[in-house]
Nanobody, 127 residues
Framework: EVQLVESGGGLVQPGGSLTLSCAAS????????MGWFRQAPGKEREGVTV????????YYADSVKGRFTISRDNAKNMLYLEMNSLKPEDSGMYYC????????????????????WGQGTQVTVSS
């Protein structure tokens, strides 16, 4: 069992930046692919970005490429999401997710691929 706890959400103006953190605990050696999903009110949860343990293999949603950066500190069991040039459409609940299997190009953004989830942290981009 892996427990995930997100932090770092908040209110930010358009064009601003925010960094989210996800602390993993429990049987962390079971967490292989880790990443971030988000869900806006009335919309389905969508994949934002994921990474494998080495950090060399990452996937990003087209909507965040060039603006968001995922990073991982395996020694500290931490996952981060640096978000820059934020837009109102980036608003939503951001969830940390993990699974025992490596990230795969064909399925990385599918919610059902991930066994472990955090409770989420709210990000609101508004002036």
């Amino acid at each position: 069992e892996v427990q995930l706890v997100e932090s770092g959400g908040g209110l930010v103006q358009p064009g601003g930046s925010l960094t989210l953190s996800c602390a993993a605990s429990g049987k962390t050696d079971s967490s292989n692919c880790m990443g971030w999903f988000r869900q806006a009110p009335g919309k389905e949860r969508e994949g934002v970005t994921v990474t494998n343990p080495g950090g060399r293999l990452t996937y990003y949603a087209d909507s965040v490429k060039g603006r968001f950066t995922i990073s991982r500190d395996n020694a500290k069991n931490m996952l981060y999401l640096e978000m820059n040039s934020l837009k109102p459409e980036d608003s939503g609940m951001y969830y940390c997710a993990a699974d025992v299997f490596p990230c795969r190009y064909s399925t990385w953004s599918k919610v059902e691929e991930y066994e472990y989830w955090g409770q989420g942290t709210q990000v609101t981009v508004s002036s």
